[in-house]
């Protein structure tokens, strides 16, 4: 039996698995019972696993012939703190948390991998490493930034993953060379002004006043310093301040994100949120604070893992259907392991484009279609490279890639 035979066998246990993910969110660091039922899950196929990075899993498979050639695959499994407003049987149970970018998806498919190689560990000629990772949303402390630094994951020759992206058709998928999704840093800023009474405003400092400001300013940065041609980002997502209608309040609190692949952009960042922030409080009499915090740098695929994929791909998708997708401004703490890797995006997209809601969205939801294609999309990777392995015995191997002496530019926590 074929890979894909076998895996179109579990189709109906994926849908049942993906949607009690679903149902089930936990938002990061908190994914306990997600943790515990991954754990049971691998345990009644005979797969050791150990907990990991508090809740997070490390499995791994390996058969009477397997080297110690290991290939680590990732899955993210935290939620979001989204209400959900769709209407499906399967939606959360927990209200304000919601499986809103397809972390219920990756669990499942690293799942259903795990099921499928299991049945063929007595063939594996390699070690194959199931990494179930935490946090992956929390940007500013992320779960990668912790389960990059366990020694299972540093054993690893190689690391690959997949995310599930909803405007892409099910049935496609994109494997890009070099860059595939931008750094993604946060950022607060603390206004301070002086309050009083709203029928007032010459007695008080009005700290809204400058924040719309400081909003306002912001706008030209990217419009007016940044080249054109270059992928840019800064967003203020949240402005809070005040309580009341006739009252100037004291203080304000933005925050917002910063997104770019430029390591020199990136690091000029926190300098550029400063000048305008200082600039605009002499303006307005605020004093005005910024914090930053740096987040995943851009998530870059080394060409080698991107050359096996795109092996594994050709046997999974129809031709037409392997893609180029565009540059993502979203970031994915993936980027953080030392390791040499690559990220597929899988496309999830329903066959009616109104009901392709974009990741984060409280209506965001997948055709289950694409969850067997994603099975199959590692299974596949995993032989691939061992065709590629096998190649090597008796030749002189390469150096080592296992761990890269130096974190990439610009991570910092």
């Given at each position: 039996?074929?890979?894909?035979?076998?895996?179109?066998?579990?189709?109906?246990?994926?849908?049942?698995?993906?949607?009690?993910?679903?149902?089930?969110?936990?938002?990061?660091?908190?994914?306990?019972?997600?943790?515990?039922?991954?754990?049971?899950?691998?345990?009644?196929?005979?797969?050791?696993?150990?907990?990991?990075?508090?809740?997070?899993?490390?499995?791994?498979?390996?058969?009477?012939?397997?080297?110690?050639?290991?290939?680590?695959?990732?899955?993210?499994?935290?939620?979001?703190?989204?209400?959900?407003?769709?209407?499906?049987?399967?939606?959360?149970?927990?209200?304000?948390?919601?499986?809103?970018?397809?972390?219920?998806?990756?669990?499942?498919?690293?799942?259903?991998?795990?099921?499928?190689?299991?049945?063929?560990?007595?063939?594996?000629?390699?070690?194959?490493?199931?990494?179930?990772?935490?946090?992956?949303?929390?940007?500013?402390?992320?779960?990668?930034?912790?389960?990059?630094?366990?020694?299972?994951?540093?054993?690893?020759?190689?690391?690959?993953?997949?995310?599930?992206?909803?405007?892409?058709?099910?049935?496609?998928?994109?494997?890009?060379?070099?860059?595939?999704?931008?750094?993604?840093?946060?950022?607060?800023?603390?206004?301070?002004?002086?309050?009083?009474?709203?029928?007032?405003?010459?007695?008080?400092?009005?700290?809204?006043?400058?924040?719309?400001?400081?909003?306002?300013?912001?706008?030209?940065?990217?419009?007016?310093?940044?080249?054109?041609?270059?992928?840019?980002?800064?967003?203020?997502?949240?402005?809070?301040?005040?309580?009341?209608?006739?009252?100037?309040?004291?203080?304000?609190?933005?925050?917002?994100?910063?997104?770019?692949?430029?390591?020199?952009?990136?690091?000029?960042?926190?300098?550029?949120?400063?000048?305008?922030?200082?600039?605009?409080?002499?303006?307005?009499?605020?004093?005005?604070?910024?914090?930053?915090?740096?987040?995943?740098?851009?998530?870059?695929?080394?060409?080698?893992?991107?050359?096996?994929?795109?092996?594994?791909?050709?046997?999974?998708?129809?031709?037409?259907?392997?893609?180029?997708?565009?540059?993502?401004?979203?970031?994915?703490?993936?980027?953080?392991?030392?390791?040499?890797?690559?990220?597929?995006?899988?496309?999830?997209?329903?066959?009616?484009?109104?009901?392709?809601?974009?990741?984060?969205?409280?209506?965001?939801?997948?055709?289950?279609?694409?969850?067997?294609?994603?099975?199959?999309?590692?299974?596949?990777?995993?032989?691939?490279?061992?065709?590629?392995?096998?190649?090597?015995?008796?030749?002189?191997e390469p150096p080592n890639p296992r761990v890269r002496a130096t974190q990439s530019a610009g991570e910092s926590h």
């Amino acid at each position: 039996m074929d890979v894909k035979e076998q895996v179109d066998g579990i189709q109906e246990e994926l849908v049942a698995l993906r949607r009690h993910f679903h149902e089930h969110p936990e938002r990061s660091w908190k994914e306990f019972e997600t943790q515990k039922y991954i754990m049971e899950y691998l345990d009644k196929l005979g797969i050791p696993c150990v907990k990991a990075c508090k809740s997070g899993v490390i499995a791994t498979i390996k058969g009477p012939h397997s080297s110690d050639k290991i290939i680590g695959i990732r899955a993210d499994i935290d939620a979001l703190p989204i209400k959900e407003l769709g209407k499906e049987s399967y939606k959360s149970q927990n209200e304000g948390t919601m499986h809103a970018c397809g972390h219920d998806t990756h669990i499942t498919i690293l799942l259903g991998t795990a099921k499928i190689l299991a049945s063929m560990k007595d063939q594996l000629t390699v070690t194959v490493r199931l990494l179930f990772q935490p946090a992956e949303e929390f940007i500013e402390d992320s779960g990668a930034y912790y389960m990059k630094e366990e020694p299972l994951v540093k054993e690893c020759d190689r690391l690959i993953a997949l995310h599930i992206w909803s405007k892409i058709p099910a049935g496609c998928a994109s494997l890009r060379y070099g860059p595939v999704m931008s750094a993604a840093d946060t950022f607060d800023i603390y206004v301070e002004g002086k309050g009083g009474h709203g029928a007032l405003p010459h007695q008080t400092i009005d700290p809204i006043v400058a924040g719309s400001e400081f909003v306002t300013a912001l706008q030209t940065v990217v419009s007016r310093e940044v080249n054109p041609l270059e992928p840019a980002v800064l967003s203020v997502t949240s402005f809070q301040s005040g309580t009341t209608s006739n009252v100037i309040p004291g203080e304000a609190h933005l925050s917002g994100t910063a997104r770019t692949f430029n390591k020199e952009l990136r690091e000029e960042y926190p300098h550029i949120l400063e000048r305008v922030a200082q600039g605009i409080g002499t303006a307005t009499r605020a004093t005005i604070r910024t914090e930053y915090h740096f987040g995943p740098p851009p998530m870059i695929n080394d060409k080698e893992c991107v050359d096996t994929g795109r092996r594994a791909c050709a046997k999974v998708f129809d031709k037409d259907k392997i893609i180029d997708w565009e540059l993502q401004m979203g970031g994915e703490d993936f980027a953080k392991y030392y390791n040499p890797k690559c990220l597929l995006l899988l496309g999830g997209g329903f066959a009616d484009e109104a009901k392709r809601y974009p990741q984060h969205s409280p209506y965001f939801d997948i055709d289950e279609k694409a969850l067997s294609l994603g099975v199959q999309y590692f299974v596949q990777y995993v032989l691939e490279w061992e065709k590629e392995c096998a190649e090597y015995s008796g030749r002189i191997e390469p150096p080592n890639p296992r761990v890269r002496a130096t974190q990439s530019a610009g991570e910092s926590h």
